[in-house]
């Protein structure tokens, strides 16, 4: 297993790293402290050069940071064998920590607070943590309504909704944002109901709410927080399967994967960015994420209507 934290540099010396979290406090073992002289070699993380004389030396990130988060880390190798102030850089990085793991670049989704880290790489700004997050639940609920599949979507099975013979409604669910489509199931067959409008709906069941006559379930339309199906159904033991799109709840430090960083997280960053641009009146860069950010929702909507078999894929110009 490869280790997080590597630095290069003369073969046989002593070698260790110094992790910094943002903020500018240091880890010493057991927590994070501000700097101080004295204390440098509580921080130190002793690493072990690789074969006999490569240069090259590694070490584990702590274990014992259990906080989520993107950490940096300095290399240092001393010519005295103990740990000062003085001793020669010999590289570092940033390890983007999940509490018990390195995050795997590009690899599934990020949680609530490294997708804030690598936000900042480009907002550059820390004291607004909380319009942040905030911009960050917008756009997943911004993606939650453009989007008609990949993550976006849920099957979710209603089972027990129309309980009540003569009752016509389905409740929806409370973190529902697009309704995709009704399956009605009956026993081992069957059947998408067929999507109508309110004013066709009535049309076509004018006395629905004061007729007793039932009927097998053929068309369903969403109205005033309901689903209501028609003909009204003939039996209470149906199945109704609803496909789709949930709104998602708001998205925090403690969020252990935000939506749709996994399928591109760029996709989110600059949806984010346009939005915190235009709070802190930067009309410009607003503009450019925002283009962006559309760029890329085309190009991931061409790909889902690839991959259903609904159309060839091509990828558009990213320049700006």
Same mark, same amino acid.
């Given at each position: 297993?490869?280790?997080?934290?590597?630095?290069?540099?003369?073969?046989?010396?002593?070698?260790?790293?110094?992790?910094?979290?943002?903020?500018?406090?240091?880890?010493?073992?057991?927590?994070?402290?501000?700097?101080?002289?004295?204390?440098?070699?509580?921080?130190?993380?002793?690493?072990?050069?690789?074969?006999?004389?490569?240069?090259?030396?590694?070490?584990?990130?702590?274990?014992?940071?259990?906080?989520?988060?993107?950490?940096?880390?300095?290399?240092?190798?001393?010519?005295?064998?103990?740990?000062?102030?003085?001793?020669?850089?010999?590289?570092?990085?940033?390890?983007?920590?999940?509490?018990?793991?390195?995050?795997?670049?590009?690899?599934?989704?990020?949680?609530?607070?490294?997708?804030?880290?690598?936000?900042?790489? $480009?907002?550059?700004?820390?004291?607004?943590?909380?319009?942040?997050? +905030?911009?960050? $639940?917008?756009?997943?609920?911004?993606?939650?309504?453009?989007?008609?599949?990949?993550?976006?979507? +849920?099957?979710?099975?209603?089972?027990?909704?129309? !309980?009540?013979?003569?009752?016509?409604?389905?409740?929806?669910?409370?973190?529902?944002?697009?309704?995709?489509?009704?399956?009605?199931?009956?026993?081992?067959?069957?059947?998408?109901?067929?999507?109508?409008?309110?004013?066709?709906?009535?049309?076509?069941?004018?006395?629905?709410?004061?007729?007793?006559? $039932?009927?097998?379930?053929?068309?369903?339309?969403?109205?005033?927080?309901?689903?209501?199906?028609?003909?009204?159904?003939?039996?209470?033991?149906? !199945?109704?399967?609803?496909?789709?799109?949930?709104?998602?709840?708001?998205?925090?430090?403690?969020?252990?994967?935000?939506?749709?960083?996994?399928?591109?997280? +760029?996709?989110?960053?600059?949806?984010?960015?346009?939005?915190?641009?235009?709070?802190?009146?930067?009309?410009?860069?607003?503009?450019?994420?925002?283009?962006?950010?559309?760029?890329?929702?085309?190009?991931?909507?061409?790909?889902?209507?690839?991959?259903?078999?609904?159309?060839?894929?091509?990828?558009?110009?990213?320049?700006?």
């Amino acid at each position: 297993m490869s280790k997080e934290l590597e630095g290069y540099g003369a073969p046989g010396l002593t070698t260790y790293a110094i992790i910094k979290r943002r903020g500018g406090t240091f880890w010493d073992g057991s927590e994070f402290v501000a700097y101080a002289t004295a204390d440098r070699s509580l921080y130190a993380v002793n690493m072990t050069e690789l074969g006999t004389a490569s240069g090259i030396y590694d070490a584990d990130f702590p274990p014992a940071i259990t906080d989520s988060g993107s950490y940096a880390f300095i290399v240092y190798q001393s010519t005295t064998g103990s740990v000062s102030e003085g001793d020669n850089y010999a590289g570092g990085g940033t390890v983007d920590w999940t509490g018990s793991g390195a995050a795997s670049a590009g690899v599934g989704a990020m949680s609530g607070s490294d997708f804030y880290d690598y936000l900042l790489r $480009t907002f550059k700004r820390d004291d607004k943590t909380t319009e942040v997050y +905030e911009a960050i $639940t917008d756009t997943i609920r911004d993606l939650r309504l453009r989007y008609h599949f990949d993550e976006a979507t +849920e099957d979710s099975v209603t089972t027990d909704s129309i !309980t009540t013979a003569g009752d016509f409604k389905l409740d929806i669910e409370s973190d529902m944002g697009l309704l995709l489509g009704v399956t009605l199931q009956d026993g081992t067959s069957a059947r998408p109901l067929t999507t109508r409008t309110k004013q066709q709906f009535d049309a076509l069941y004018p006395d629905i709410n004061v007729s007793s006559e $039932t009927g097998y379930p053929a068309h369903y339309c969403l109205y005033a927080g309901a689903i209501y199906i028609g003909p009204k159904p003939d039996k209470t033991d149906y !199945t109704y399967r609803l496909s789709q799109s949930t709104r998602g709840g708001t998205v925090t430090s403690s969020t252990a994967s935000v939506p749709f960083t996994a399928v591109d997280r +760029e996709l989110v960053k600059h949806g984010v960015l346009s939005r915190l641009f235009v709070m802190v009146e930067s009309p410009e860069l607003a503009s450019v994420h925002e283009g962006l950010y559309e760029k890329r929702y085309e190009i991931n909507k061409r790909r889902e209507r690839f991959n259903k078999g609904e159309g060839p894929f091509s990828v558009l110009p990213m320049g700006m």
